[in-house]
């Protein structure tokens, strides 16, 4: 947050160094705080509006969010389940062997903020909504778990990545709402619609129910073409990312 509304440059190690406190210190005096480098309540309260701001210029109204502020603890409009809800896992080798500062660094991939966009017009009565309050404990939460949500969340003998392995999310209601959100670094399969344009009238006289393979830049596929000469597949765009049309020929 430093490097985005401070004057901080440094690497991101998780740990107070020098710099950092420089930093705070610099954001401190900026914002009429004390300036003693501790990154308290007073100054957190400062950092994280000043970062809000950063990342949305336009401010939200409560009205705004899904449960539209009816409930005073927020129930339905904001959560803070990203603990049970790591994008990455580090392998039980890694956790033992990597040293605290590039741990730090690597798991920042699960220090994030989510904002999860519904259709316009939708309305989530707070009583209906399966999370806890904020505040409330965890024991709401453990109740929305896989039923091994507990090993997903752990380390194993490999490292897991969400966006590959989709098992790293405890809660199955979260999991469920962004499987296939990009937010997690997720890219939706993309359908492929190609079109035969040309055949070989001796050996395959129509394109209706012709068995195709083909390959695209080392993916290969099959599929059956329609009554047209069209046939549609997805590729799983973890390893190649498309979209729009293609013609082979």
Same mark, same amino acid.
């Given at each position: 947050?430093?490097? %985005?509304?401070?004057d ?6 998780? /740990? ?10 610099n $954001? ?8 003693d ?6 100054? *957190? %309260?400062?950092?994280f ?15 705004? $969010?899904s %449960?539209?502020?009816a409930?005073? &603890?927020? +129930? &339905? ?7 049970f ?5 580090? /392998?039980? /080798?890694?956790?033992?062997?990597l040293? #605290?500062? *590039?741990?730090?660094?690597e798991?920042?991939?699960n *220090?994030r903020?989510?904002v999860? !966009? ?18 409330e404990g965890?024991?709401?939460?453990? +109740?929305r778990?896989?039923?091994d949500? @507990?090993?997903?969340r752990?380390?194993? %003998?490999?490292?897991?990545? $969400?966006?590959?392995? +989709?098992?790293?999310?405890?809660c ?6 962004v499987s ?6 997720v ?6 619609l !190609?079109?035969?344009?040309k055949?070989?009238?001796h $050996?395959?006289? +129509?394109? @209706? #129910?012709?068995d195709?393979?083909y390959r695209? #830049?080392?993916?290969?596929s099959k ?10 597949s997805?590729? @799983?765009? #973890?390893?190649?990312q ?6 082979a020929r």
């Amino acid at each position: 947050m430093l490097i %985005a509304v401070g004057d901080y440059t440094g690497p991101v190690t998780g /740990s107070m160094t020098p710099a950092m406190k420089t930093s705070v210190e610099n $954001f401190q005096k900026a914002n009429v705080l004390n300036p003693d480098g501790d990154p308290g309540p007073l100054t *957190r %309260a400062k950092l994280f509006a000043a970062y809000m701001l950063y990342l949305w210029p336009s401010k939200i109204a409560p009205t705004d $969010f899904s %449960a539209k502020g009816a409930d005073p &603890g927020l +129930k &339905g409009d904001v959560q803070g389940c990203g603990e049970f809800n790591p994008i990455m896992v580090f /392998s039980k /080798s890694e956790l033992a062997s990597l040293p #605290k500062d *590039r741990r730090d660094e690597e798991n920042s991939a699960n *220090r994030r903020v989510m904002v999860l !966009l519904f259709r316009p017009g939708s309305v989530v009565p707070p009583d209906k909504w399966p999370c806890p309050k904020i505040g409330e404990g965890t024991a709401g939460c453990k +109740k929305r778990f896989w039923s091994d949500g @507990e090993k997903r969340r752990s380390n194993q %003998a490999l490292r897991r990545e $969400f966006p590959i392995t +989709k098992d790293t999310l405890a809660c199955r209601f979260y999991d469920r709402m962004v499987s296939s959100s990009p937010c997690e670094g997720v890219v939706p399969d993309v359908a492929v619609l !190609l079109m035969l344009t040309k055949l070989d009238d001796h $050996f395959c006289p +129509k394109q @209706e #129910k012709l068995d195709t393979t083909y390959r695209i #830049k080392g993916l290969s596929s099959k599929s059956v073409t329609d009554g047209i000469g069209n046939f549609e597949s997805g590729l @799983e765009s #973890k390893k190649q990312q498309m979209s729009g049309r293609s013609a082979a020929r």
